[in-house]
């Protein structure tokens, strides 16, 4: 349906195939799916944006970017980044500002296809983030899926004449801005509470214990295996079968990967307390509710948040739970903290991307009863925890 009067556009040259009526039902295959992979993409990340956050801090670490603070970096970064796919995703599937949508579509597989080929060669992270953790790729698939994206936007660029939009100019321009301020929203709540959907392993109703085991018969992983020797100021390497003689000196063993075995669900849950034991197993173990208060970084926890932690604590610990604090943060650290925040419940240690992905707040608290994650909540909602 038309609003008002078409806007005429130039002519451009396009794809032959384009003119026929088959090649117009392609091009809005191609522009379909084209939006879709982009509005998977920034709304799996628009769930979770303090995923994005700690995806390019990682990155930004990772091309030893250490001359700026990166989390000042990396908030910013990551919801202009959301926006941008949804964004353009938006544009594309309503046809709405369709010669500046592809174009940016173009453009945006066009930077982050050699950046992917970077980090497919050079491997400095393992996983790209694309989709966030709903679903996850190689580098070299996600450097492939970029090749084919990249084929597709070009098709759509060169063929944008051949489209006709449905809104006028003013229209597009309302309708943008409403799916951009939607956008910001859905990302502020998701940020200012937790995730609407739970991608990772410790979802609530997770048995920890059970998501650990490894089932019977299980394939596990296989490694083939080589050494390398020295013998007269040369070095060789053999096989595991071919080893030789005493002659040679032994210099070093090397091992590689050829086939992955299964993965548990969730691999470990270490904590440690000041004498480096692992506590992990207790709170898993116990007969009853225990309260983990995760903090991954003490000196960017929330000061309103601890002191709602605080009041929690006063009012549940013994009678209705234990209590945890757990951080990555140092014991000098800690020592400062809890005398700071006047804190009386302990608090352990644990590996940052551990915490992180446990939950997604700082601090945030997890409740485990018998095992089991029976609620999680950010420091504004731990008014209704079970």
């Known amino acids: 349906m038309n609003l008002g009067r078409k806007r005429r556009h130039p002519r451009t040259t396009g794809p032959a195939f384009s003119s026929t009526r088959q090649g117009r039902f392609t091009l809005h295959l191609l522009r379909i799916l084209t939006s879709a992979v982009f509005i998977f993409s920034g709304i799996v990340k628009a769930v979770d944006p303090l995923g994005t956050v700690y995806k390019i801090e990682d990155y930004l670490q990772a091309f030893g970017v250490d001359w700026i603070q990166v989390s000042v970096v990396a908030y910013p970064a990551a ?70 994206l990249l084929s597709i936007t070009l098709v759509l660029l060169l063929s944008r004449a051949k489209f006709k939009t449905f809104f006028v100019a003013r229209v597009e321009n309302v309708i943008a801005l409403v799916f951009l301020v939607m956008a910001g929203a859905f990302m502020a709540y998701n940020l200012m509470h937790l995730p609407m959907l739970d991608f990772r392993p410790y979802k609530k109703g997770v048995d920890i214990k059970a998501a650990m085991k490894i089932p019977e018969g299980a394939p596990i992983d296989e490694y083939t295996y080589s ?81 709602r932690i605080n009041d929690l604590y006063a009012s549940r610990a013994d009678s209705r739970g234990r209590f945890f604090g757990i951080t990555a943060s140092s014991s000098e650290v800690v020592a400062e903290f809890k005398k700071q925040h006047k804190l009386t419940f302990p608090i352990y240690s644990a590996d940052p991307v551990f915490l992180k992905t446990i939950i997604r707040a700082n601090p945030g608290v997890v409740v485990i009863t018998n095992g089991t994650i029976v609620d999680k909540r950010n420091w504004r909602d731990i008014d209704n925890l079970k």
């Open 227 to 307: 050494f390398t020797y020295r013998k007269d100021g040369r070095q060789k390497r053999f096989g595991l079968n071919d080893l030789p003689d005493s002659t040679w000196t032994f210099v070093e063993q090397h091992s590689e990967l050829i086939r992955k075995g299964y993965e548990p669900e969730i691999k470990s849950f270490t904590i440690l307390d000041a004498n480096f034991q692992d506590i992990g197993g207790d709170i898993l173990d116990f007969n009853g509710t225990s309260y983990l208060v995760l903090m991954y970084d003490l000196t960017r926890t929330s000061a309103r948040g601890i002191a």
């Open 79 to 148: 919801f202009l980044l959301i926006a941008l796919e949804l964004m353009i995703g938006i544009q594309l599937l309503f046809m709405v500002r369709f010669r500046l949508s592809t174009l940016l579509a173009f453009l945006f597989i066009v930077v982050m296809t050699p950046l992917t080929l970077y980090i497919a060669l050079y491997n400095p992270v393992t996983d790209c983030g694309c989709f966030g953790d709903a679903i996850t790729i190689s580098n070299w698939q996600t450097f492939a899926k970029n090749m084919v």
